[in-house]
């Protein structure tokens, strides 16, 4: 099983929609969250950081961790075409990163 | 904003020679870390790096690959020999601490040819 499992997508989107981003990850051991948005050939940038379970929020962006399920989610809402990159997400078992495939998002005018 | 900034942003090389990446990290961080994205897949992790040593690296990280930190301010990833499937962005990366946000440089693309 994969430490990490995230749909590749990509998914296309209207201007304004909210978009749901998940990821599911193996061992329950693990405590940090990120997800990191990533342009075509730039650098990851990060856009949430989480410990634990529950919600984050920062602007239109709000991060969830559900440690139960093993589940996390990266909630967008009124999406912008300036949006439209690949979202990462990524765990952090203390000393390195471990990135899922990353979902590719189109938002259309 | 602090950053951290990768040079070059593009390199080519012959296969067989050998190259070396540079990266400033953001000033107060203590932890560095280079990662790779070959072209259409995921961002792999290479090495992390702590109080001059290498404090954990992943099967990628072979005998041909080695970092170093020659000052205060620079961290250098070099591979002695290139493969061709070496080709891919590398990326640098800091943090201030363990478990802390993680921050990237915009990447050097390495072909070889």
């Known amino acids: 099983q994969k430490e990490v499992e995230q749909d590749p997508g990509p998914l296309s989107v209207p201007e304004g929609a909210i978009v749901s981003l998940n990821c599911t990850y193996s061992?329950?051991?693990?405590?940090?969250f990120m997800w990191y948005r990533q342009y075509s050939r730039k650098g990851p940038e990060l856009l949430m950081y989480t410990y634990s379970s529950g919600n984050k929020e920062d602007g239109r962006f709000t991060a969830q961790v559900d440690k139960s399920s093993k589940y996390i989610s990266l909630f967008i809402r009124d999406s912008q075409p300036s949006d439209s990159a690949t979202y990462l997400c990524a765990i952090r078992p203390i000393d390195k990163l471990i990135f899922g495939t990353g979902t590719r998002l189109q938002v259309f005018p | 904003e602090p950053e951290v900034t990768q040079t070059p942003s593009h390199q080519v090389t012959q296969m067989g020679q050998e190259v070396i990446l540079r990266c400033v990290p953001i000033?107060?961080?203590?932890?560095f870390y280079w990662y790779r994205q070959i072209l259409g897949q995921k961002v792999e992790f290479l090495v992390s790096?702590?109080?001059?040593?290498?404090?954990?690296k992943s099967e990628i990280f072979d005998d041909q690959f080695s970092v170093e930190r020659p000052d205060g301010s620079n961290f250098t990833l070099k591979i002695r020999s290139t493969k061709l499937e070496d080709s891919a962005m590398y990326f640098c990366a800091s943090s201030l601490g363990l478990n802390t946000e993680a921050f990237f440089g915009q990447g050097t693309r390495l072909t070889v040819v």
């Open positions: 000033s107060n961080h203590l932890y």
């Open positions: 061992n329950s051991a693990f405590q940090y």
């Open positions: 790096f702590y109080n001059n040593e290498i404090s954990e």
